[in-house]
């Protein structure tokens, strides 16, 4: 039987049947296999982008899952083909696409938040958002591609070489992802995060992290670059704090990368941009190179996927997850299982 959750405004999920649509020329149906619950998700969830969305609306992009069929003038996928979706769907006609920019499409359609997504046992997609995943990497860790294609992308945009001097505002999923991929670019890398359970968690992993409530972080960078100030600060946390403080901290020609979204615009001091000649990078989702890089990290074991995922849970428990995550706590990555 066939299953999906439905969001229907106002903190409402209801579970029924999924639809099952037949794949047009172009377009493959999936069977989806694993989908994490994203920060966009909840933010559907809190009905923050209700004028956006047509409810109800199957929400899920974070995915991994088998081509279950393909349609006419697909040659590249058959029945079985372990896959993930860039959810991804540029109009190919604006000034971005034209400039070769279709990632940030003026009239891009995101699946998942303006179409139908993942949260179903069936997603039908064009056949141009498929990656192929190696057979050796598994479904779960497969549904941790699309945001580690967000990381690459971050990083890559940003040119984190080896010997950088970099800190991670923020140790959400996105900013350990962010911190994890700089360091394996050889860059020396800081997260500063205010959830005790994923400072831990950063440490864990093999990372430099501090919670700035307890500690002097401007202090404790200069200490670790002889005063002159880090190489790239990225603001993962879309907060005052962070946009405040990421000047502070830079060396001087210093490069910010604005990794989050912020619900408000951010007071931010452009006379340190002006006095150090700093730099200020925006970064949104990925292209299809970083997805390609993506695959290729997740599959090479460099990266501790296991311990990002908090838990594995059941299509039915997607309000429960938007629950713990809203509650903050022990949670990074909440996979639901189709």
Same mark, same amino acid.
């Given at each position: 039987?066939?299953?999906?959750?439905?969001?229907?405004?106002?903190?409402?999920?209801?579970?029924?049947?999924?639809?099952?649509?037949?794949?047009?020329?172009?377009?493959?149906?999936?069977?989806?296999?694993?989908?994490?619950?994203?920060?966009?998700?909840?933010?559907?969830?809190?009905?923050?982008?209700?004028?956006?969305?047509?409810?109800?609306?199957?929400?899920?992009?974070?995915?991994?899952?088998?081509?279950?069929?393909?349609?006419?003038?697909?040659?590249?996928?058959?029945?079985?083909?372990?896959?993930?979706?860039?959810?991804? =769907?540029?109009?190919?006609?604006?000034?971005?696409?034209?400039?070769?920019?279709?990632?940030?499409?003026?009239?891009?359609?995101?699946?998942?938040?303006?179409?139908?997504?993942?949260?179903?046992?069936?997603?039908?997609?064009?056949?141009?958002?498929?990656?192929?995943?190696?057979?050796?990497?598994?479904?779960?860790?497969?549904?941790?591609?699309?945001?580690?294609?967000?990381?690459?992308?971050?990083?890559?945009?940003?040119?984190?070489?080896?010997?950088?001097?970099?800190?991670?505002?923020?140790?959400?999923?996105?900013?350990?992802?962010?911190?994890?991929?700089?360091?394996?670019?050889?860059?020396?890398?800081?997260?500063?995060?205010?959830?005790?359970?994923?400072?831990?968690?950063?440490?864990?992993?093999?990372?430099?992290?501090?919670?700035?409530?307890?500690?002097?972080?401007?202090?404790?960078?200069?200490?670790?670059?002889?005063?002159?100030?880090?190489?790239?600060?990225?603001?993962?946390?879309?907060?005052?704090?962070?946009?405040?403080?990421?000047?502070?901290?830079?060396?001087?020609?210093?490069? =910010?990368?604005?990794?989050?979204?912020?619900?408000?615009?951010?007071?931010?001091?452009?006379?340190?941009?002006?006095?150090?000649?700093?730099?200020?990078?925006?970064?949104?989702?990925?292209?299809?190179?970083?997805?390609?890089?993506?695959?290729?990290?997740?599959?090479?074991?460099?990266?501790?996927?296991?311990?990002?995922?908090?838990?594995?849970?059941?299509?039915?428990?997607?309000?429960?997850?938007?629950?713990?995550?809203?509650?903050?706590?022990?949670?990074?990555?909440?996979?639901?299982?189709?």
């Amino acid at each position: 039987m066939t299953q999906a959750a439905y969001y229907q405004g106002n903190h409402t999920i209801r579970h029924g049947p999924g639809e099952i649509i037949e794949p047009k020329r172009g377009e493959v149906r999936l069977k989806v296999s694993h989908c994490g619950i994203c920060g966009t998700d909840l933010h559907i969830y809190h009905g923050a982008m209700d004028a956006r969305v047509t409810m109800p609306l199957v929400m899920g992009h974070e995915m991994s899952g088998t081509v279950h069929k393909a349609g006419d003038g697909v040659v590249n996928f058959t029945h079985g083909d372990k896959v993930v979706v860039m959810p991804l =769907a540029p109009c190919g006609d604006c000034p971005a696409c034209a400039a070769g920019h279709s990632h940030i499409c003026h009239s891009l359609n995101f699946l998942g938040i303006d179409t139908p997504g993942a949260f179903q046992s069936y997603w039908t997609v064009p056949a141009y958002t498929l990656h192929r995943m190696p057979e050796h990497l598994s479904l779960a860790h497969g549904a941790l591609i699309e945001p580690l294609a967000v990381a690459v992308h971050d990083v890559r945009l940003a040119g984190v070489k080896d010997g950088d001097q970099v800190v991670v505002l923020g140790g959400g999923p996105i900013g350990l992802l962010v911190a994890l991929v700089a360091r394996e670019a050889g860059a020396r890398v800081l997260v500063s995060e205010i959830n005790p359970y994923r400072v831990e968690l950063a440490k864990r992993l093999g990372l430099d992290a501090i919670n700035p409530n307890d500690a002097d972080l401007i202090k404790l960078v200069m200490q670790r670059t002889s005063g002159a100030g880090a190489d790239i600060v990225f603001e993962v946390s879309g907060s005052q704090a962070g946009a405040a403080i990421m000047t502070e901290l830079l060396r001087t020609r210093g490069l =910010a990368v604005v990794v989050a979204i912020f619900a408000q615009k951010p007071e931010v001091d452009l006379f340190r941009f002006f006095w150090r000649e700093l730099r200020l990078q925006g970064v949104r989702v990925y292209e299809s190179e970083d997805f390609a890089a993506a695959i290729e990290l997740a599959a090479s074991g460099l990266l501790p996927l296991d311990d990002l995922i908090t838990d594995i849970r059941p299509l039915s428990a997607l309000k429960s997850g938007f629950e713990d995550m809203e509650r903050g706590g022990r949670v990074m990555k909440i996979l639901l299982e189709l």
